[in-house]
């Protein structure tokens, strides 16, 4: 017999998991989440999203002290000295306090937190295996899955996480590498590059297609990569990595081209494996209880979250789409509402995408080249930083603000931003694109002066012909 009963059991602490939890608590539902971390937030929170942000910020304060501040007028005495243990303990505080403020909600909306590995059992319910190997079952009316996403391996090459990373390895250096190969040029690999480049490591990168951020429109790729090139990063594209060997004192890579040809080698003293995340479902015994998987590994679910298994239910990295954590704790939200009896639903075209990176890269809705891949005609609007008085103003000129338009009826397909705050300025055309907007609708929105959001009036205005500035 189960121990316990509930409406709904989550599997998963993460954002999908605990914003599902809080959600489907406040609609009346008795709620159980199961986690095996001892802090909820999964990796978002621990090791992913929030760590790496504090590290961005207080890496970014260090390059503006040690380089930025003569052009306002600022002299030092010295240069900036780097405390590395202050900053990494600064970072674990900000974790602690976000991972800390979930309890609270949980024990506030009365959610069970039940701290172990949940696995499915065949004929229903839930088994959670505790730390110390003890078990408990758990009947529920709905289960969740929500499990999230684990480091992608790289064949040939053994994640130890001391000279050979992941992410997680990455944000816990002790000290600053002298020379630093990231392996994979996406979201991830370019803001911990950039992180440990302005600390002081030579960084390059390697990247197996033709271009860093392959997922975001081409001309955004292009300015990422020359823009931090300026900064110092160095990039090898199209290159693939075919083994390492780790020492005492560093690893060397072994490369070749992707399309083939002459392998190489690269020496490094650090390398963070940064390739991509896959779906985290072993041990959760889908096999089982009968839950299908599809081709790429993925929980195939409909557009209600469902699996095949009725009452069973997955949302966030361990189902189709992007691995953002908005998009995990967004489908989180709406798969409770919809299993309460409510009409919400997902977008999946108003969903933006972030690099945090200096400057930002953002981006939601269709790039160029799926508009012409999929036989679109749009009109294309731009405005560059340049010529914005408030990015003057604040010496962050680099980029621009793009916006893509049906060509027939004026409507938002896409917008692409590089720049200062870019990650605040997409919510803008996210706004715009979930309401249907016109690139004319922003266009006649008065925008107030001096602002950077004023680039975003202005590239709709591009699209129209009207460009009042350029």
């Given at each position: 017999?189960?121990?316990?009963?509930?409406?709904?059991?989550?599997?998963?602490?993460?954002?999908?998991?605990?914003?599902?939890?809080?959600?489907?608590?406040?609609?009346?539902?008795?709620?159980?989440?199961?986690?095996?971390?001892?802090?909820?937030?999964?990796t978002?929170?621990?090791?992913?999203?929030?760590?790496?942000?504090?590290?961005?910020?207080?890496?970014?304060?260090?390059?503006?002290t040690?380089?930025?501040?003569?052009?306002?007028?600022?002299?030092?005495?010295?240069?900036?000295?780097?405390?590395?243990?202050?900053?990494?303990?600064?970072?674990?505080?900000?974790?602690?306090?976000?991972?800390?403020?979930?309890?609270?909600?949980?024990?506030?909306?009365?959610?069970?937190?039940?701290?172990?590995?949940?696995?499915?059992?065949?004929?229903?319910?839930?088994?959670?295996?505790?730390?110390?190997?003890?078990?408990?079952?758990?009947?529920?009316?709905?289960?969740?899955?929500?499990?999230?996403?684990?480091?992608t391996?790289?064949?040939?090459?053994?994640?130890?996480?001391?000279?050979?990373?992941?992410?997680?390895?990455?944000?816990?250096?002790?000290?600053?590498?002298?020379?630093?190969?990231v392996?994979g040029?996406?979201?991830?690999?370019?803001?911990?590059?950039?992180?440990?480049?302005?600390?002081g490591a030579?960084v390059?990168?390697?990247?197996?297609?033709?271009?860093?951020?392959?997922?975001?429109?081409?001309?955004?790729?292009?300015?990422?990569?020359?823009?931090?090139?300026?900064?110092?990063?160095?990039?090898?594209?199209?290159?693939?990595?075919?083994?390492?060997?780790?020492?005492?004192?560093?690893?060397?890579?072994?490369?070749?081209?992707?399309a083939?040809?002459?392998?190489?080698?690269?020496?490094?003293?650090?390398?963070?494996?940064?390739?991509?995340?896959r779906?985290?479902?072993?041990?959760?015994?889908?096999?089982?209880a009968?839950v299908?998987?599809?081709?790429?590994?993925?929980?195939?679910?409909?557009?209600d979250?469902?699996?095949?298994v009725?009452?069973?239910?997955?949302?966030?990295?361990?189902i189709?789409?992007?691995?953002l954590?908005h998009k995990?704790?967004?489908?989180?939200?709406?798969?409770?509402?919809?299993?309460?009896?409510?009409?919400?639903?997902?977008?999946?075209?108003?969903?933006?995408?972030?690099?945090?990176?200096?400057?930002e890269?953002?981006?939601?809705?269709?790039?160029?080249?799926?508009?012409?891949?999929?036989?679109i005609?749009?009109?294309v609007?731009?405005?560059?930083?340049t010529?914005?008085?408030?990015?003057?103003a604040?010496a962050?000129?680099?980029?621009?603000?793009?916006i893509?338009?049906?060509?027939?009826?004026?409507?938002?397909?896409?917008?692409?931003?590089?720049?200062?705050?870019?990650?605040?300025?997409?919510?803008?055309?996210?706004?715009a694109i979930?309401?249907?907007?016109?690139?004319e609708?922003?266009?006649?929105?008065?925008?107030?002066h001096?602002?950077?959001?004023?680039?975003?009036?202005?590239?709709?205005?591009?699209?129209?012909?009207?460009?009042?500035?350029?």
């Open positions: 017999m189960a121990d316990q009963a509930f409406d709904l059991v989550v599997i998963g602490g993460g954002p999908a998991g605990y914003i599902a939890a809080i959600r489907a608590a406040q609609l009346g539902m008795a709620v159980a989440c199961v986690d095996k971390r001892p802090r909820l937030g999964g978002c929170l621990n090791v992913g999203c929030i760590p790496s942000k504090a590290l961005l910020q207080s890496s970014e304060l260090f390059e503006e040690g380089h930025g501040l003569a052009q306002h007028g600022i002299t030092l005495t010295a240069p900036p000295r780097l405390d590395l243990a202050q900053m990494q303990a600064r970072k674990d505080k900000v974790v602690e306090g976000l991972t800390d403020g979930i309890a609270y909600l949980f024990k506030k909306n009365k959610i069970a937190w039940i701290k172990g590995a949940g696995a499915l059992k065949a004929g229903g319910g839930v088994r959670v295996t505790a730390e110390d190997g003890s078990v408990s079952d758990l009947a529920a009316k709905h289960i969740l899955i929500a499990t999230g996403s684990e480091v391996p790289l064949p040939g090459v053994t994640i130890d996480e001391k000279r050979i990373l992941s992410s997680t390895g990455a944000l816990a250096l002790a000290k600053v590498p002298k020379t630093l190969v392996v040029g996406g979201y991830i690999g370019l803001e911990l590059g950039t992180v440990w480049r302005r600390l030579e390059t990168v390697v990247e197996f297609l033709d271009r860093v951020t392959p997922g975001m429109d081409g001309e955004v790729s292009k300015q990422m990569q020359r823009i931090l090139a300026r900064q110092g990063l160095k990039f090898r594209l199209g290159m693939k990595v075919s083994g390492a060997k780790a020492t005492k004192s560093g690893v060397t890579l072994s490369i070749e081209p992707a083939g040809g002459a392998a190489e080698t690269l020496e490094a003293e650090v390398v963070l494996v940064s390739i991509g995340r779906p985290y479902t072993q041990g959760l015994g889908l096999e089982a009968g299908a998987l599809d081709a790429r590994g993925r929980i195939a679910t409909d557009t979250f469902r699996t095949n009725p009452g069973i239910y997955a949302v966030g990295d361990v189709a789409g992007p691995m954590a995990a704790e967004h489908e989180g939200a709406v798969c409770v509402e919809r299993i309460a009896g409510h009409k919400s639903q997902v977008n999946y075209d108003a969903i933006p995408g972030v690099v945090y990176t200096w400057p890269a953002a981006a939601v809705g269709r790039t160029e080249e799926e508009l012409k891949a999929a036989g005609a749009y009109r609007g731009k405005f560059p930083f010529a914005n008085a408030r990015a003057r604040n962050t000129t680099d980029g621009q603000v793009k893509l338009a049906d060509a027939t009826t004026d409507r938002i397909l896409g917008a692409h931003i590089v720049g200062a705050d870019a990650g605040n300025l997409i919510h803008e055309l996210v706004i979930e309401f249907g907007a016109s690139s609708d922003i266009a006649e929105i008065c925008h107030a001096p602002t950077l959001n004023e680039s975003v009036m202005e590239a709709a205005l591009n699209v129209l012909g009207r460009s009042l500035r350029i």
